[in-house]
């Protein structure tokens, strides 16, 4: 299909693992446009050596951005639609932005000593660095990372210091992590309930609001606010 298409278009910074290299050797070839391209270094979270969190969509305002040069490259692309590709960005401006100031007046309500989450893995930096929580993730960015007892230990040690009543499965990630976690809480003579299933490498279902971003993006901060209660 890839070698069909058109153009091509990918999150970069190697979200697409081993598809990376595949995705340069076919940019000889046609155009290939990464959505994180419109980032600069300072705006990235780092993770490592030369490794950056390839989380951006979750800060709304960063993603604006990425919207912006992706109406860029559209249109040099087909420039015969120019017209309705400005209105279509235009229009996904409002939309981010009035997604983004939903939230900041929602989490601004929110005392700053309540403003943790934890979650299976370290998907949501850039969401905590934007709107301010502090996130601790059990596994790291990449979901095939592995947990161990050491991990285990400091996130259930994380919530009972913070005292934190929820932790967030991810539809994306085995839940297997979480309900361990659970127990370590438990161990230590806390109780965690699991929250509903956060959306983060990938959307909802086909047909449903979660499947979108901004409707993936509302579940998640609908989820994460209630349990700040």
């Not at 959505?35 to 951006?56: C, K, R, W």
């Not at 947990?147 to 934190?164: E, H, P, Y």
Request: contains cysteine; negative net charge.
């Amino acid at each position: 299909k890839l070698s069909n298409a058109r153009i091509i278009l990918h999150n970069g910074l190697h979200l697409e693992g081993k598809m990376t290299d595949i995705l340069e050797k076919l940019g000889q070839q046609k155009p290939v446009h990464a959505m994180s391209s419109a980032l600069q270094f300072h705006d990235l979270i780092e993770v490592g050596p030369n490794t950056y969190d390839p989380h951006i969509w979750f800060d709304l305002q960063l993603w604006d951005r990425c919207v912006g040069e992706l109406a860029k490259f559209l249109i040099e692309q087909f420039p015969e639609h120019r017209q309705a590709i400005e209105q279509n960005a235009t229009d996904y401006y409002s939309e981010l932005a009035l997604a983004h100031n939903e939230m900041i007046l929602a989490i601004n309500e929110v005392p700053d000593s309540l403003r943790a989450m934890v979650t299976a893995h370290d998907a949501f930096s850039y969401f905590g660095r934007a709107y301010g929580i502090e996130v601790h993730g059990l596994q790291g960015i990449s979901t095939a990372a592995e947990f161990g007892i050491k991990d285990m230990s400091t996130s259930a040690q994380f919530i009972l210091d913070r005292g934190l009543s929820t932790v967030f499965i991810e539809t994306s990630v085995n839940s297997k992590s979480i309900e361990a976690l659970q127990e370590a809480v438990a161990q230590k003579g806390g109780k965690v309930k699991i929250g509903a299933p956060l959306y983060s490498d990938a959307l909802g279902e086909q047909g449903t609001a979660e499947a979108s971003l901004l409707g993936a993006f509302r579940h998640n901060t609908t989820q994460i606010l209630k349990s700040f209660n």
